[in-house]
């Protein structure tokens, strides 16, 4: 009695576990989307906290503008939106709205580099 595998039965463990690599990866990609997407918000949580700062210590938030959040075109701030980097996955920015007196922040996803395009973060306002 020969104690070996057929060769059927090793196909249909090579089309299972290329099915099981198939899903991981593509469960793998949105894990990962999703984990920038929430370091975008968290950048937007901190952008909103420096405005209510702002607001807080000048009695308004109209003065308040994206240089007040560390956003800008040096490389050890934030990107302005149209200014991606390859170290940041989204770029940001902020005003205000003067016919609402609404402030809002928001987070623009970067497509340079070869990064695909998926759709902005958030945006955060407050009057």
């Known amino acids: 009695m020969n104690k070996a595998f057929t060769l059927l039965e090793l196909v249909v463990v090579i089309i299972i576990l290329g099915v099981l690599a198939t899903l991981g990866l593509t469960q793998y990609g949105r894990m990962v989307e999703r984990t920038r997407q ?25 003065g308040f503008s994206y240089t007040n959040a560390n956003i800008g075109t040096a490389s050890d701030q934030l990107p302005l939106q149209g200014n991606c980097r390859s170290t940041h996955w989204f770029s940001y920015n902020t005003d205000y709205d003067y016919s609402e007196q609404k402030f809002w922040a928001c987070a623009y996803r970067c497509t340079s580099g070869g990064k695909p395009h998926k759709p902005q973060a958030g945006r955060t306002t407050f009057a």
């Open 38 to 62: 929430a370091e975008a918000k968290t950048i937007l949580g901190d952008i909103r906290k420096l405005a209510i700062a702002y607001r807080l210590e000048n009695g308004t938030i109209a």
